[in-house]
Nanobody, 125 residues
Framework: QVQLVESGGGSVQAGGSLRLSCSAS????????LGWFRQAPGKEREGVAV???????MYADSVKGRFTISQDNAKRTLYLQMNSLKPEDTAMYYC???????????????????WGQGTQVTVSS
């Protein structure tokens, strides 16, 4: 049973930075895609950043140039460095894994097999 645990959320002022972490345990095999998603109050969950096992990344247009996804395979940890935060970045942030090797990562949530419980990020103006 894979377990994902996010950490690093908090409250910051606009322009500030946070680094989210997602620690994984219980691997049976390595995931193909790892991703960060977020859900703001009253809105649907949306993809933020994804990374495949070759290190290829994709970002939502709203975070390009500000957020960076990375991973430490030895520590089984996924990161999301968030800089120049804006109030509209306020949301619950989730990490997720897709273990299917389809040759590319997708944003569709239904392909991600495992999800963490989320960590709250609040950005004040």
């Amino acid at each position: 049973q894979v377990q994902l645990v996010e950490s690093g959320g908090g409250s910051v002022q606009a322009g500030g930075s946070l680094r989210l972490s997602c620690s994984a345990s219980g691997y049976t095999n390595s995931p193909y895609c790892l991703g960060w998603f977020r859900q703001a109050p009253g809105k649907e969950r949306e993809g933020v950043a994804v990374m495949d096992s070759d290190g290829m990344t994709m970002y939502a247009d709203s975070v390009k140039g500000r957020f960076t996804i990375s991973q430490d395979n030895a520590k089984r940890t996924l990161y999301l460095q968030m800089n120049s935060l804006k109030p509209e970045d306020t949301a619950m942030y989730y990490c997720a894994e897709d273990k299917t090797n389809r040759g590319y990562c997708v944003w569709a949530e239904n392909v991600y097999n495992y999800w963490g419980q989320g960590t709250q990020v609040t950005v004040s103006s």
